[in-house]
Nanobody, 122 residues
Framework: QVQLVESGGGLVQAGGSLRLYCAAS????????MGWFRQTPGKEREFVAA????????SYADSVKGRVTISRDNAKNTVYLHMNNLKSEDTAVYYC???????????????WGQGTQVTVSS
């Protein structure tokens, strides 16, 4: 398994931008499909975005499409989530995940980071 550590969360005003980082350990980072999920208290973990191994294919939740960009640098073992035009409903703990198959379901990802809090003030 790969170890994941997120960073970059924080407090931002509505309409602002934030970039999340997820650093992975190990030499097999490029073999994983990477995803970002988010979760608020009392709710299920929600898919945000995912990217295939090479970075040539991405998928996004409808709720963030057009405002969020996922990218990865396999040489740096890092995946990013750039969020623009943030809304109060984007407030959540954001998790980075690594998996071996293309899916938007949390169950399809076997490795998870500890999460980073994003708070959007209105």
């Amino acid at each position: 398994q790969v170890q994941l550590v997120e960073s970059g969360g924080g407090l931002v005003q509505a309409g602002g931008s934030l970039r999340l980082y997820c650093a992975a350990s190990g030499r097999t980072f490029s073999s994983y499909i990477m995803g970002w999920f988010r979760q608020t208290p009392g709710k299920e973990r929600e898919f945000v975005a995912a990217m295939n191994r090479s970075g040539g294919y991405t998928s996004y939740a409808d709720s963030v499409k057009g405002r969020v960009t996922i990218s990865r640098d396999n040489a740096k073992n890092t995946v990013y989530l750039h969020m623009n035009n943030l809304k109060s409903e984007d407030t959540a703990v954001y998790y980075c995940a690594a998996g071996l198959r293309a899916t938007s379901q949390p169950q399809g990802f076997g490795s998870w980071g500890q999460g980073t809090q994003v708070t959007v003030s209105s």
